[in-house]
């Protein structure tokens, strides 16, 4: 049973324009939810991070969206641009257990030209 | 200069041969984690360290076992590597379990042969 699903393996998005990437979560104790970039050959990155008491987090061109009642939350990155061509995995931990991440299977976004 | 460091980074092993995988960080933190990267599975926690010989199974510790021995230090063992086990193999820390930022290494390519 996978805890932290990730909707989409793959993401093209128009340069310049906002690409959104979907996760969801089984378990209810979950209560931070990083978002890690990976490039290729790399290891994954911190990105941007909420918990689950805000419903929006936002950095720069990227924002998480969060839906404690759906169990559900978004990544938007903003003016897609061809360095956001990466991996983004959605991860989940809980805080209170200081518990290891929950990687969901990841989406890769790339960027074209309009 | 915050780093996790992992050797080596690419291994080619038979089946039946042990495999040691090594990994450092310079941030003094005391969790450290092996996780396993395979295409349309994301990361997959194999093993948590959280301190010096202070280990605990991940969600898929079987076929490995770890050695924390030094602080800085986290080594992932293979006793008698299987072809299932070819994967990407990552290293990661941090100071408090995964509620603060983990840092991961470069990632080893292990392929059993």
């Known amino acids: 049973q996978q805890q932290v699903r990730q909707s989409s393996q793959s993401l093209t998005v128009w340069e310049g324009e906002t690409a959104i990437l979907n996760c969801s979560y089984e378990?209810?104790?979950?209560?931070?939810f990083p978002w890690y970039q990976q490039f290729p050959g790399e290891g994954p990155a911190l990105l941007i991070a909420?918990?689950?008491?805000?419903d929006k987090k936002e950095d720069g061109r990227f924002t998480i969206f969060f839906n404690k009642r759906e169990k559900n939350l978004s990544l938007h990155i903003k003016d897609s641009q061809p360095g956001d061509s990466a991996t983004y995995f959605c991860?989940?931990?809980?805080?209170?257990?200081?518990?290891?991440?929950?990687f969901g299977s990841g989406t890769k976004v790339i960027p074209c030209l309009p | 200069d915050m780093k996790v460091t992992q050797m080596p980074r690419y291994l080619i092993k038979r089946m039946g041969e042990n495999v040691l995988l090594e990994c450092g960080q310079d941030?003094?933190?005391?969790?450290m984690y092996w996780y396993r990267q395979d295409p349309g599975l994301g990361l997959q926690l194999i093993y948590i360290?959280?301190?010096?010989?202070?280990?605990s199974e991940g969600d898929i510790p079987k076929g490995y076992r770890v050695s924390r021995k030094k602080r800085e230090h986290f080594s992932l063992i293979l006793d008698s590597a299987k072809t299932n086990q070819t994967s990407v193999y990552f290293c990661?820390?941090?100071?408090?379990?995964?509620?603060?930022?983990?840092?991961f290494g470069k990632g080893t390519r292990l392929t059993v042969v």
């Open positions: 990661a820390s941090s100071s408090t379990g995964g509620i603060t930022e983990v840092f």
């Open positions: 378990n209810s104790a979950f209560d931070y």
């Open positions: 909420i918990r689950s008491v805000s």
């Open positions: 991860a989940a931990s809980a805080w209170r257990f200081a518990s290891a991440l929950t």
């Open positions: 941030m003094s933190h005391e969790t």
């Open positions: 360290s959280y301190d010096v010989d202070s280990n």
